[in-house]
């Protein structure tokens, strides 16, 4: 299936348009800003930018010829997409490289055939060197079909000094110090203070902005078929972040699915506060020990929204509600009222399901994650010490 098409960014892609109708265009960029909000799928436009020999007057790309077409279909000889990845047990560095090539693959496959496709792995994701070696060898080879060749590299905060690799980034450093003159490399980040200095100073930042609700709403319900309704309901939720939205459906998706999810996160929150561990460990038993990480994410995400409006009840701003509706209200209004809850301890919740989500995306078991993260709830939400 192609790649859906862009979705809002309009100023910044009329101004790298017009960078490239006259022949300004950087060789090297970093497109940057929060999570989520279609980062990569710009950078994917870029590429069409580069090797599309059909521009339209303003500098556009067309978006029919043979070249926008294989890009969009994730085809095209000439535009390599890079990303973190696990890293795959392998004996010698020569095995890891062939390794983590066939990983990218693997993954190309199933953003091929789901656009909608949100990557979800067992371990941590990260740049090796391995990866580096593979884009370097690809860099020094000439373009296929096209005059040039351009790398997209996906959350390039990955590729920071690490112990399993400290050698990628000042590897990828020293290609972006010297590229060859036929390549064109844009980075992603949602944070790229994390990159090296190094890196930040030799590419040219392009900040991109939270989308609104319409666009949101308009891209959920063509792309991924939701209700109107529904489509619209989640984009208030998505905080102008497509890639949270997406995050935010159970697998398999459909009609319903973003009301179930809604059910999941008050469930959980239910659990933190009841008086015993009873109903917190029925809730982490419930959670696959393994797989499905996806639907597991979508309830950490549903319970954080949820801990939001709580928040804004605990504050006093309970016209700033943005995931409950109603009869939640009054629900949430009981729960601000329990002895001991107050904003800030709502605060501390939400940073401890943020912490759960990064463990989540390890190889961490969902059940003792949740366990933990439900007993930590009821701490800072009733601030009753250790439940019983």
Request: hydrophobic fraction near 45%; include cysteine; glycine fraction near 8%.
């Amino acid at each position: 299936m192609p790649l859906p098409p862009v979705y809002g960014h309009v100023r910044a892609r009329a101004m790298l348009a017009s960078a490239a109708r006259a022949g300004n265009l950087s060789q090297s960029l970093l497109v940057h800003g929060p999570a989520g909000i279609g980062k990569e799928r710009m950078a994917m436009w870029l590429a069409q930018v580069v090797v599309c020999e059909q521009r339209r007057a303003d500098g556009a790309p067309c978006g029919e010829c043979r070249d926008c077409r294989m890009i969009d279909r994730l085809e095209h000889p000439d535009v390599h997409w890079f990303f973190p990845l696990p890293r795959p047990d392998a004996a010698t560095p020569e095995k890891l490289r062939d390794k983590l090539e066939e990983a990218r693959g693997v993954e190309l496959v199933a953003r091929r055939e789901n656009p909608q496709h949100v990557p979800q792995y067992e371990k941590a994701p990260a740049y090796f060197m391995g990866t580096i070696q593979n884009l370097q060898r690809l860099a020094g080879m000439k373009p296929a079909v096209g005059r040039r060749k351009v790398f997209v590299v996906g959350d390039a905060e990955a590729m920071v000094p690490q112990e399993s690799s400290p050698e990628a980034a000042n590897a990828f450093l020293k290609l972006l110090e010297e590229p060859p003159a036929d390549t064109t490399l844009v980075l992603t980040s949602s944070n790229p203070g994390a990159l090296l200095a190094t890196i930040r100073s030799r590419v040219l930042p392009i900040r991109l902005l939270r989308l609104s609700v319409d666009e949101v709403a308009a891209y959920l319900a063509r792309e991924v078929k939701m209700p109107e309704a529904e489509a619209r309901a989640l984009a208030v939720s998505s905080e102008g972040a497509i890639g949270r939205a997406l995050r935010m459906l159970p697998s398999g998706g459909g009609a319903g699915s973003y009301q179930k999810l809604r059910e999941t996160g008050r469930e959980l929150l239910a659990a933190a506060l009841a008086d015993s561990d009873a109903a917190r460990f029925a809730a982490a038993n419930a959670v696959a020990p393994a797989g499905a990480r996806g639907d597991f994410t979508a309830g950490l995400e549903a319970l954080a929204l949820w801990l939001r409006d709580l928040m804004a009840i605990a504050a006093g701003a309970g016209d700033a509600l943005a995931y409950a509706s109603g009869g939640d209200e009054a629900l949430l209004r009981k729960w601000a009222a329990r002895p001991g809850l107050h904003a800030g301890g709502v605060a501390s919740a939400i940073l401890k399901v943020q912490e759960a989500q990064d463990l989540a995306s390890g190889n961490v078991n969902p059940q003792l994650i949740l366990a933990d993260l439900l007993r930590g709830l009821r701490n800072e939400l009733t601030g009753a010490g250790p439940a019983r």
